[in-house]
């Protein structure tokens, strides 16, 4: 019987992310001014669920943060980093030249810059991928060259793991820590909150069907992490919730205040 348990606690603990922290500190650790324009570059992770871009805006919102930030999602499905067109999606005088405000109004934005912060993702496996590591890295320094240049500041999101592969949220971690430092971006440790939510509440779903994909919780938590990373305040209390419980957003704001917290203190 000891052994049967044994077995079970051993079978338990694989399912879990116990590595919920990266091995490689992160050396960035200045978030500079928060963002009052951003581009989110990226794939399906990003645009599911109406889009983390939406969702950050709205707690952004909810917590009173003045001037209210502007965001675009330009994603493409199923998508490398080096599948997009950095310098051609950040030219002056192109995307972000006008919004849609108020009751659909168009408002021209002023013109030349338009964004001060992109924020970049890679595809779910791309960072730790033997064939495509590389280009994850070569792709990151090219970027981040390209943002640089335009007076554009670089940040690179932590994708999560999948949900039947815990061992990807250490490796995903590590990969974009060292990009990270490599080319003195800093990361927001999205995957390392996934890791800690699921750590707290273990049936809280976090995915959908397909073990990958963010649910409503998922792309909630993702956004908390980003604002907790980039506005340098906590999202907890925040009054939007995207329509979950106010228990699970409370839980999910915290764990992605602590995962930032914890992540950017590693250093």
């Known amino acids: 019987m000891r052994r049967f348990i044994a077995a079970l606690s051993l079978a338990a603990a694989t399912l879990l992310p116990a590595a919920a922290h990266a091995q490689v500190a992160p050396k960035k650790t200045d978030h500079g001014a928060p963002p009052t324009a951003m581009m989110w570059v990226g794939n399906s992770f990003f645009y599911y669920n109406n889009s983390m871009h939406n969702h950050f805006g709205q707690l952004s919102n909810s917590l009173g943060d003045k001037p209210a930030v502007r965001s675009t999602s330009v994603t493409i499905s199923g998508s490398g980093l080096d599948w997009h067109d950095m310098e051609s999606l950040v030219r002056a005088n192109g995307i972000g030249r006008y919004s849609f405000v108020g009751d659909n109004e168009i408002r021209f934005n002023p013109p030349g810059r338009q964004y001060d912060t992109v924020v970049m993702m890679d595809c779910s496996q791309c ?62 440790p999205a995957g390392l909150a996934f890791a ?29 992490a980003t604002y907790a990373a980039l506005m340098r305040k906590s999202p907890v209390g925040a009054s939007y919730t995207a329509g979950l419980p106010p228990e699970t957003a409370k839980l999910l704001q915290q764990a992605a205040w602590d995962a930032v917290q914890d992540y950017y203190a590693a250093r």
């Open 196 to 224: 800690k939510a699921i750590e707290r509440k273990p049936d809280l779903e976090l995915y959908v069907a397909d073990k990958r994909h963010p649910s409503l919780a998922g792309t909630y938590l993702a956004s908390c």
């Open 127 to 188: 960072p730790i991928h033997p064939q495509l590591q590389q280009a994850f890295h070569e792709t990151v320094k090219k970027d981040a060259e390209i943002l640089r240049k335009q007076g554009i500041r670089p940040v690179l999101f932590m994708s999560w793991a999948y949900k039947d592969k815990p061992a990807m949220t250490r490796q995903l971690a590590d990969a974009y820590t060292k990009a990270g430092n490599d080319n003195d971006v800093l990361v927001v």
